[in-house]
């Protein structure tokens, strides 16, 4: 089974080639390393920090940034059970992050700041998905 930890070439592309213009919403899929794998010689090597606490140091240290271009938490959860998938893939965590705009996300990730902090998420994530979506109305029906 293949792992994801950051974008491919082609999704990337594909995620600039949609507006720019509008609110999106990004839907996060994490699985966590039993224990952070970090290059030799990083400030956090050798600590021995599960992947789920080098996770908590990816959101502490970008969630600044995060917010500061305007981004927020719409929803979190904790993953209980696979219903519709493949009975093999389970996810420890996932949340949906919004965005006022694309160009805000990519401010953050283009910011110093955030790409020192996104070695804490790599270091933290054997797998994972970030799937971006255009906000819908919510209400009571599923169509």
Not at 69 to 98: C, K, L, N, Y
Not at 109 to 132: F, G, M, W
């Amino acid at each position: 089974m293949a792992h994801y930890i950051d974008p491919t070439k082609t999704g990337f592309q594909a995620f600039k080639e949609l507006a720019r213009d509008e609110p999106i919403e990004m839907l996060n899929l994490l699985l966590f390393r039993e224990k952070a794998e970090y290059p030799e010689g990083h400030e956090h090597a050798g600590k021995g920090w599960s992947g789920r606490r080098a996770y908590e140091e990816y959101g502490k240290t970008s969630g600044p940034i995060f917010r500061r271009v305007g981004g927020s938490i719409v929803w979190r959860g904790t993953f209980q059970a696979m219903v519709t998938g493949p009975e093999s893939r389970e996810w420890h965590d996932g949340f949906v992050a919004r965005y006022p705009n694309s160009a805000a996300f990519f401010e953050m990730i283009k910011d110093p700041e955030y790409q020192l902090a996104v070695a804490n998420r790599t270091a933290a994530l054997v797998d994972s998905r970030l799937i971006r979506f255009k906000p819908g109305t919510a209400g009571e029906g599923f169509g």
